[in-house]
């Protein structure tokens, strides 16, 4: 299972939005609904941001958006602040397992 | 509050084992399958391995499969991973994550026990 491809660095200003894009196979991404985003700081664990392409977990700021079109998902981060500078992770369900995008570092200007 | 600790991580030869647990508390671990994802020092996250609520279903990634054993003790609510016939690219922090039953994400990670693999 290779990963999901993403751009590896994204930037914007404070109050900006950004874009990261996951491109996968009709195997993975495209074949489900079943996308997920994570945020890691340096040294920490991975965090649920968004899960099945643009739900929320409770606590996860509306800045925070999900899309996906054919075999592409999007994580947009609309305003952004300077605790959202770290990476973050895409994932598909790619049944019976799971593949992990190559990461995108998140840089606040 | 939902904890995942792991431990058992630590320097081992290449070719040698290593146990690594999961201990979990603040859920009903039965109602969870539970997976393991590690991350390479520098690099990416990549999915290793999972088990299913009761145990009973087992999925290991092509680059662990024969060599890696997941287990659990829904008794004493925590997760295995049996570690055999380590390999220098096996190097990594391993994180114990946690799915509810039916869903596809991993609402709750670990905060990682490193596994270093050298002579």
């Known amino acids: 299972q290779s990963a999901l491809t993403q751009p590896p660095s994204a930037s914007g200003s404070p109050g900006q939005s950004v874009t990261i894009s996951c491109t996968g196979t009709?195997?993975?991404?495209?074949?489900?609904?079943?996308v997920s985003w994570y945020q890691q700081h340096p040294g920490k664990a991975p965090k649920l941001m968004i899960y099945?392409?643009?739900k929320r977990p409770s606590g996860v700021p509306d800045r925070f958006s999900g899309s996906k079109s054919g075999n592409t998902a999007s994580l947009t981060v609309s305003g952004l602040q300077a605790e959202d500078e770290a990476d973050y992770y895409c994932?598909?369900?790619?049944?019976?397992?799971?593949?992990f995008g190559t990461g995108t570092k998140v840089t606040v200007l | 509050e939902v904890q995942l600790v792991e431990s058992g991580g630590g320097l081992v030869q290449p070719g040698g084992s290593l146990r690594l647990s999961c201990a979990a508390s603040?859920?009903?671990?039965?109602?969870?399958?539970m997976h393991w994802v590690r991350q390479a020092p520098g690099k990416g996250l990549e999915y290793v391995s999972a088990?299913?609520?009761?145990?009973?279903?087992?999925y290991y990634a092509n680059s662990v499969k024969g060599r890696f054993t997941i287990s659990r003790d829904n008794s004493k609510n925590t997760l295995y991973l049996q570690m055999g016939s380590l390999r220098a690219e096996d190097m990594a922090v391993y994180y114990c994550?946690?799915?509810?039953?039916?869903?596809?994400?991993?609402?709750?990670w670990g905060q990682g026990t490193l596994v270093t693999v050298s002579s």
């Open positions: 099945e392409v643009s």
């Open positions: 088990i299913s609520s009761n145990g009973g279903s087992t």
């Open positions: 994932s598909s369900y790619a049944g019976p397992s799971y593949v």
């Open positions: 994550a946690r799915a509810r039953i039916g869903t596809t994400y991993f609402d709750y």
């Open positions: 009709s195997s993975d991404v495209g074949g489900y609904n079943y």
């Open positions: 603040g859920f009903t671990f039965s109602s969870y399958a």
